[in-house]
C-alpha cells in the first residue's frame, strides 16, 4: 500500500512540473510575441512620422525633428540619387553601399546587425548621395528644410 502511495505521489509531482514546464514556455512564448508586435508598432510609428515630417515642411521652412527607433539600430542612412555621386562617400555597413551603388528604390535604411529594414519616401532630398546619421539611446536628430516639392535633410 506505501508502494502505491509513493507511485502516486511521483505521478503527482511529474504533472505538477509538466504543467509548470508548459506555463513557463507558453508564458515566453507569448512575451517574445508581444516584444515582436511592439517592435513592429515602433517601425511603423518611426516611418509614419519621418513620411509626415518631410512632407509636411513647408516652402522656407526649417524644423528640427527628433525620431526615435527601436533598440538595435546604430544607424540610419538615407540615399538620394539625384545627387552628385561624387560626393558619396562610403557608407560604413557594406550592405547600405550595396544598396545604394544598386540603385534600389528605397532611400531610407535602419542598419542593425540583422538585415536592414528600409522604406521609400518620395520628398525626400540631400545635399550628397548618401548620409547616415548615428543613432543614440534609440534617437536620432534631423534638419528638415523645405524647397518646395521636396524637403532636405541632414544629420
Known sequence: MQKKAQISQIIVYLFIALVLVATVLFGYRLIKGMKHKAEIAELTKFETDLKSDIESVGRGSTVFETYYV???????C???YKA???LAEAAYDPIVNDAYYGQVKE???LVSNDPPVSYYIHSLKLTKPIDCVKVAGNKFELKLEGKGAATVISG
Do not use: L, Q
Open 84 to 86: 552628385d555621386p561624387f
Open 107 to 109: 532611400n531610407v535604411f
Open 70 to 76: 527601436p533598440i538595435g539600430f546604430r544607424e540610419v
Open 78 to 80: 538615407f540615399f538620394d
